[in-house]
């Protein structure tokens, strides 16, 4: 099994001059998700936490609907990468083989070998929740982010997802390359931990695309904030699917896109 991190020994060129400097930098695998022994998805993705990669990438891509629907889970090393072999109940198995839908995706893409434009855009389920969270306080939480990002603290080069109980704070957080697949791993840690999404927020260091948006729906979050901006249909989706989206944060505050009324925001705030 290769390492998530790997030592490299580039040149660097700087101020005219031209010195070797040892880097870390983040492995890149093929990711091959089997059912059954067939093959649904391959993803380039970083090898660490696959088994809560294989059971969040289930959840949300609809192929089972609770980490128990999984009988058997291997992670199997081989020359071309490495295959989370999973054996699904017979129900589950039966309904995949229904479907007939195979993504080849390079380095976190989500929506890779789509077969229809309507799969593209399904509508993702409506999260209903009656949460609170003190604005100044999930600010703060973003800033949790960075002391635990390991792998991104030597290389500077993966997304993290984590997610943030008000009353416990970050419970878990999940690294790699590609943001969907951290997203898909927060998705695993959490079910197989059993912790309920509904009662915190999923932060995000990376922007918000709509397939973002449609797992932290399938996770049945509440709350979905990112450093970085949202697109315009990831918008429109976290509004129809009741999600409240936060995005650009930084240091000193951030921006409501959708669904304001969970966030309990100062008394002297106000709208521009």
Known sequence: MPAPIQRSLPLVWKAGECVAHARAIPEETAIALTYGRATFAVMMATPADLEDFAVGFSLNERVIAAPSDIEELDVVDGAAGIELRMMLAAPRQDALFDRRRHLTGATGCGLCGMESLEEATRPPPTVASDLRL???ALAAAMNLLAPLQSLNRETRAVHAAAFWDPAAGIVALREDVGRHNALDKLAG???RANVPSARGAVLLTSRVSVEMVQKAAMMGAPVLMAVSAPT?????????AGITLAAVARSDGFELFTHPARILLDAHSHVA
């Open 232 to 240: 315009a249909l990831a918008v429109r989706v976290a509004e129809a």
């Open 189 to 191: 840690a959490l079910a």
């Open 134 to 136: 003190s604005a100044a």
